[in-house]
């Protein structure tokens, strides 16, 4: 199996930068895309910004220009620089890998247990 490690998260004023990473590890062949969503409470998981293997990045609207996502495919590793938060980015981040696993050469895709990202003064 794959087990997807964050971490980063915390408590930052608005306007600050906090900077997210997440490390895959088990039977992995290759990760076609590694990325973030997001869950404030009471509202669904949403796609914050995604990776492929190549380096193809896609970021929903509201994090353009704010937040970055890069990759490292030597450790496994994706990594989520996020500047001039505000309070709504405030939500819990999960990392997510589509991943094709040694052996079966099966896709599936993992996640990460969540991080929590606050925004306030």
């Known amino acids: 199996q794959v087990q997807l490690v964050e971490s980063g998260g915390g408590l930052v004023q608005p306007g600050g930068s906090l900077r997210l990473s997440c490390a895959a590890s088990?039977?992995?062949?290759?990760?076609?895309?590694m990325g973030w969503y997001r869950q404030a409470p009471g509202k669904q998981r949403d796609m914050v910004a995604t990776?492929?293997?190549?380096?193809?990045?896609n970021y929903a609207d509201s994090v353009k220009g704010r937040f970055t996502i890069s990759r490292d495919n030597a450790k496994n590793t994706v990594y989520l620089q996020m500047n001039s938060l505000k309070p709504e980015d405030t939500a819990v981040y999960y990392c997510?890998?589509?991943?094709?696993?040694?052996?079966?050469?099966?896709?599936?895709?993992?996640w990460g247990q969540g991080t929590q990202v606050t925004v306030s003064s």
């Open positions: 997510y890998a589509d991943v094709i696993t040694i052996g079966t050469r099966m896709s599936y895709t993992a």
């Open positions: 088990g039977s992995i062949f290759s990760i076609i895309r």
């Open positions: 990776i492929t293997e190549v380096g193809y990045r």
